[in-house]
């Protein structure tokens, strides 16, 4: 089925111990928001958005599950909207 939104955001780093994705600046977050779907190979199927911290240098994106491989910079992840067009 289409998803109503769905953005990519580059230049993310994470590891395989934090629940958090680091942007290189809070621009890159703004359109990411809570309860969306975290689409990348090093996440688990059902990964969602917890909590968005653009206020903050650096940016950070807290998710509900941990990546199985570790990206020190330059990552790109799909966020997807769980609402249906």
Known sequence: MPQKESFIVEDLSWNTT???I???SASDVTDIKVGMI???DNF???TVVRNV???VSPAKIVVSELPDTAVSSGGEVTFVSGDIV
């Open 18 to 20: 934090d629940y958090v």
């Open 44 to 46: 688990p199927i059902g």
């Open 38 to 40: 975290v689409s990348h």
């Open 53 to 55: 911290f653009n206020s």
């Open 22 to 24: 680091t942007a290189a």
